[in-house]
């Protein structure tokens, strides 16, 4: 309420009652299909309402499939890193921190997107960056840990065991490819972006770097206990979507 005033943004009521009802409806079908918690259902709702009304229902749709990505391939070879002991905690459930964590930025961006519509090229490109950031860590994180080979530590590329923060695979860099690219065509389908190559192009860079300032972040912050893994999230993505933007001025 205090970003509406303060920017003086009006929505209509009915805008906004449809808005929550379309966010919850989601975030119920999360919660059923055990991909979150109650507190993840109705954080997301909140960000649903937030983005929707600031930027649209196609952005909310884009951060919506880095969840569904991200909860999909939680519960892939969810036996065999449980084995391990680096499978996610609650089978894979996301709560609230993982919401906001990977989130933040992402509202943000939407936020700005409907306050300053004269700077909404750079906004779209930042806020397409921060989603594929998202999903292309958790694909890495998920997929690559499952490599047959021995991870290298990103500041070192020595050897390293999977799952450690900061360890990095062949196999995990192309999964953060993948998601991100995914994101990239995706934005491009949904028309938040009109240009193909620029989105896919720069969707995907940003993505990939701002994945593997995650993991940079992990094997320095986060082992001296600066960071958590959610602010090491936080930071990458906030990075993912700077990246993004500085690319869409270089290549302007």
Known sequence: MWIFEDFRYWVSPEKMVIALVFSFFLGVLAYRAKIADVSALLSAALLGVLIIVFSGLSWYLLLLTFFILGGGF???KYAYKES?????AKDGIRSYENVFSNSTAALALAVAY?????????IIYAYMGTVATATGDTL????GTTAKGRPRMITTLKLSEPGVDGAVSLLG?????FGSAVIGVLAYLLGIS?????TVLITT????????VDSFLGATLQKRGVLSNSGVNFVATFAGAGISAVLYFLIT
């Open 173 to 177: 860099e192309l999964a953060a490819i």
């Open 205 to 212: 860079a940003g993505g990939f770097f701002g994945t593997n």
């Open 194 to 198: 009109d240009n193909f190559i620029l």
């Open 140 to 143: 890495a994180s998920e997929i």
């Open 74 to 76: 939680t519960k892939y």
């Open 114 to 122: 409907g306050v300053f519509p004269e700077h909404s090229l750079p």
């Open 84 to 88: 391990i002991g680096i499978a996610q």
